[in-house]
């Protein structure tokens, strides 16, 4: 704590420190009082510059979606010192569990993701996502690593080449990036860049475990898409996220062992 406290001063204005929010190898966040605004802080770790994000590029892209209302809003930036203020947003975690009684509308969520995909990919915006799956690959270059990296790529390059115009996603669609108060919020946009449709798609559908009615609530808000919300694609677009899942894991171990 003391070192964040340091760190701090560096920041303009005041800031305050309240409760932690969640603690990574990547970085702390924490609930904080910036200029007597409630909001949330962020601080990196040295590993965080390991990564292929990059979090000038998360703060354009954030400028650039503040007319969406489907994100936070910042409030202070500094890359150098690797810290990010935005604006706190109350609001509960979605469920969709059917045999529970709930205000949580899919055919909603559907119409937000489309709202994103449809915006316009920011100038000068990184290819977040590409970039990271090139170190991944890199960094799990040798031979106990292969096969995993092999089947991941391979059925990426198959999924992607489809033809389907590549959008703005998110790219970290799981369930603790999602919160509802009368409407869906979108936080945690450090991965954000182009990418095929399907992938955001796909994540809430593994994150949330929706069924085929689900999904197509969900198709209904999108625009009732029906070469993207096609189950069989869907549910190959969740077997590559669980690989990915696995690269990221077995990325971020060695990343750890190599500093």
């Not at 309240?18 to 190898?25: F, I, M, T, V, Y």
């Not at 915006?119 to 915006?125: D, E, K, L, T």
């Not at 890199?138 to 292969?146: G, H, K, P, T, Y």
Request: aromatic content about 10%.
């Amino acid at each position: 704590m003391e070192l964040l406290l340091k760190r701090i001063e560096s920041v303009p204005g005041k800031c305050i420190l309240d409760k932690e929010l969640s603690s990574s190898l990547i970085s702390q966040v924490y609930l904080c009082r910036f200029n007597d605004t409630k909001a949330v802080i962020r601080f990196d770790s040295p590993l965080a510059s390991k990564l292929a994000i990059d979090r000038e590029n998360e703060a354009n892209l954030l400028k650039n979606i503040t007319h969406l209302d489907l994100s936070p809003e910042l409030l202070y930036s500094n890359q150098s010192s690797g810290i990010m203020i935005w604006k706190y947003i109350s609001g509960n975690k979605p469920t969709f569990d059917q045999n529970t009684s709930n205000t949580f509308s899919l055919i909603e969520l559907g119409r937000s993701l489309y709202s994103i995909h449809s915006s316009p990919i920011p100038q000068n915006c990184k290819n977040i996502f590409f970039d990271s799956m090139i170190l991944y690959k890199e960094l799990l270059s040798d031979a106990s690593n292969n096969l995993l990296i092999k089947e991941a790529f391979d059925l990426y390059d198959d999924l992607v080449d489809d033809g389907v115009k590549k959008i703005l996603s998110h790219n970290d669609l799981h369930s603790k990036n999602i919160i509802w108060n009368s409407k869906y919020y979108f936080l945690d946009w450090e991965y954000a860049s182009k990418n095929h449709p399907c992938f955001d798609i796909a994540s809430l559908m593994k994150s949330f475990n929706l069924n085929a009615d689900q999904i197509y609530d969900l198709s209904i808000g999108y625009g009732h898409n029906l070469e993207i919300f096609d189950i069989n694609i869907l549910q190959k677009w969740s077997k590559f996220i669980g690989l990915l899942e696995q690269v990221w894991e077995t990325s971020l171990t060695k990343i750890v062992k190599n500093l």
